[in-house]
T-cell receptor, first 115, second 111 residues
Framework: AQSVTQLGSHVSVSEGALVLLRCNYS??????LFWYVQYPNQGLQLLLK??????LVKGINGFEAEFKKSETSFHLTKPSAHMSDAAEYFC?????????????FGKGTRLHILP | SQTIHQWPATLVQPVGSPLSLECTVE??????LYWYRQAAGRGLQLLFY??????ISSEVPQNLSASRPQDRQFILSSKKLLLSDSGFYLC??????????FGEGSRLTVL
């Protein structure tokens, strides 16, 4: 069974500073990994995903994440935070072989941007 | 292109009343469909998923049920709501590449 742990329910960074949101996963099979963003009272929007191939994945809005199998991590980064990045971010994992159709989410990290 | 719609967007219901939330997908056929519930500080909890008409998998024993009467329709129901059923409910469909696409969400308040 898969699981996801997001370290830090709240993260605050200054505008222009590096954003780092941490995600560790557990999976008995090669995983598919995802990051989603949620703005208040809206559904989730896909930021980026890792399935196979290149371990550094680039997404929308300047975000990227790196799949590190040895560390079972998929941390999300952005070099320079913008006020519009304030939102809640969710990491998710699924069975890459698609034998299991479940997609499991972490508890989320709320990102605050300080002016 | 594919779209997904949920309704109603907001709902206030008394304890013990029934519930029906509806989700429809357009622009794709035979999608995997999902219902998640989001409560503050608890992330997204997978409630039900469906790989086809009439096929429902339940993840958490609870007061809710789901049905898929048509290929692109997914319904979340309850016969008698509890206070603990309050939350933000999200429907999603799964693309071939594995990612989920979410509806706008339905906020349920049980009083």
């Amino acid at each position: 069974a898969q699981s996801v742990t997001q370290l830090g329910s709240h993260v605050s960074v200054s505008e222009g500073a590096l954003v780092l949101l941490r995600c560790n996963y557990s999976s008995s099979v090669p995983p598919y990994l995802f990051w989603y963003v949620q703005y208040p009272n809206q559904g989730l929007q896909l930021l980026l995903k890792y399935t196979t191939g290149a371990t550094l994945v680039k997404g929308i809005n300047g975000f990227e994440a790196e799949f590190k199998k040895s560390e079972t991590s998929f941390h999300l980064t952005k070099p320079s935070a913008h006020m519009s990045d304030a939102a809640e971010y969710f990491c998710a994992v699924s069975d890459g072989s698609n034998r299991d159709d479940k997609i499991i989410f972490g508890k989320g990290t709320r990102l605050h941007i300080l002016p | 292109s594919q779209t997904i719609h949920q309704w109603p967007a907001t709902l206030v219901q008394p304890v013990g009343s029934p519930l029906s939330l509806e989700c429809t997908v357009e622009g794709t056929s035979n999608p995997n469909l999902y219902w998640y519930r989001q409560a503050a500080g608890r992330g997204l909890q997978l409630l039900f998923y469906s790989v086809g008409i009439g096929q429902i998998s339940s993840e958490v024993p609870q007061n809710l049920s789901a049905s898929r009467p048509q290929d692109r329709q997914f319904i979340l129901s309850s016969k008698k709501l509890l206070l603990s059923d309050s939350g933000f409910y999200l429907c999603a469909w799964k693309a071939r590449a594995g990612e989920l696409f979410f509806g706008e969400g339905s906020r349920l308040t049980v009083l």
